[in-house]
């Protein structure tokens, strides 16, 4: 299959190939999701084969009318119209009781389905071109880092897919947070750019925190976000989080340093290390990090590292969903020095 690259003003080519059952990489507001008919399992289904997806992992449902949440949803709690009010369009994912439209290959066979309404233009006018919702997982082979780019898209999924929709570089650069409405309390499956403490304040409840968001799940647990459990965000290098103070990160990597070993250090640093760096902004600067992580990672195959030492960034506010992504990519292999 010739994959098509097309420009952000050529939407109707897009909806185009996404009625006709196709597959379009989408740029959004967090990294660029790979799209088909949300509402046609067939369709579907083609995502998991173009990404190597495992079966049991369920796609996010992209809307561009609040009026959908209610065809896809079997049931709407009050409490979605404030979230919505506050935070769609936006990188905001809610995991509702799914309606019968829904078909089991978007949930995995759960019954519930996620909902997000992205703030991307392009994003916006897409689904609306298709006249139907989409199902879009990241656009990435399952396992590699989400793709923050159209390069990036294209590297993992030319031949495999009908087109990709160039927006440029995504602005938030981490994927949406996500939050269950479906159980007893709400809880945080995957942190993003909209914070827990963001969501608290329109809940005026507490927002359980899911334990895998920073913790590993067991062997045998049962993940309420099936995403979670799997191998995530992952170059081919090894990666290593090193804790410590910038003396003790230099010091520590300089004692290692070799052709194939890189840093992934904050701005400004550079001068103090004596491998290969890759930045990833200031280092306070979650918003910084959270959009530079993914190029970041992909900047280490491009190079062809195989071992990358990252200084470990705050996990306050945006700083969560970093060290989420962080700890996945590095299979929870953290080190203080
Ligand atoms: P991605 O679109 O690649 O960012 O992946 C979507 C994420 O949302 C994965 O971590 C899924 O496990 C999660 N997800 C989607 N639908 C559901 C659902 N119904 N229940 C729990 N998690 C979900
Ligand atoms: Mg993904």
């Not at 290098?237 to 990160?249: C, M, Y």
């Amino acid at each position: 299959m010739q994959t098509l690259l097309l420009k952000s003003n050529q939407i109707d080519e897009a909806g185009a190939i996404l009625r006709k059952g196709g597959l379009v990489a989408i740029p959004t507001e967090t990294v660029y999701g790979l799209a088909a008919n949300a509402l046609d399992g067939i369709s579907v289904a083609k995502i998991f084969e173009a990404k190597g997806r495992p079966q049991d992992n369920p796609l996010i449902v992209h809307i561009a009318d609040l009026g959908d949440v209610e065809t896809l949803a079997a049931y709407v709690p009050p409490v979605v119209y404030d979230l919505a009010d506050a935070f769609w369009p936006g990188p905001l994912t809610i995991i509702l009781d799914k309606s019968e439209i829904v078909p089991d290959e978007v949930t995995a066979g759960l019954d519930t389905v996620a909902i997000r309404m992205p703030s991307h233009p392009a994003a916006r006018k897409i689904i609306r071109a298709a006249g139907v919702p989409l199902a879009a997982p990241s656009a990435n082979a399952s396992g590699k880092p989400s793709p923050t780019t159209a390069a990036h898209v294209m590297k993992d999924m030319d031949g495999k897919i009908d087109a990709v929709v160039d927006g440029g570089p995504c602005e938030v650069g981490v994927e949406s947070t996500v939050i269950t409405l479906a159980t007893r309390q709400p809880r945080l499956l995957r942190p993003g750019r909209i914070t827990p403490e963001e969501i608290e304040e329109v809940l005026g409840d507490e927002l359980i925190i899911d334990d895998a968001v920073l913790g590993k799940m067991k062997e045998n647990e049962k993940a309420a976000s099936p995403g979670m459990k799997y191998k995530h965000y992952s170059p081919s290098a090894e990666v290593i989080i090193v804790k410590g103070t910038l003396e003790s990160f230099a010091k520590f990597v300089n004692g290692r340093a070799g052709e194939d070993v890189a840093a992934l250090v904050f701005d400004g640093e550079e001068d103090k290390i004596d491998c290969k760096t890759i930045n990833f902004g200031e280092e306070n600067d979650d918003l910084a990090h959270a959009q530079k992580l993914f190029d970041a990672l992909r900047a280490c195959d491009d190079e062809g590292v195989r071992t990358l030492y990252v200084r470990c960034p705050g996990d306050e506010g945006v700083g969560l969903a970093v060290m989420n992504r962080l700890l996945r990519a590095a299979e929870f292999k953290v080190l203080e020095v």
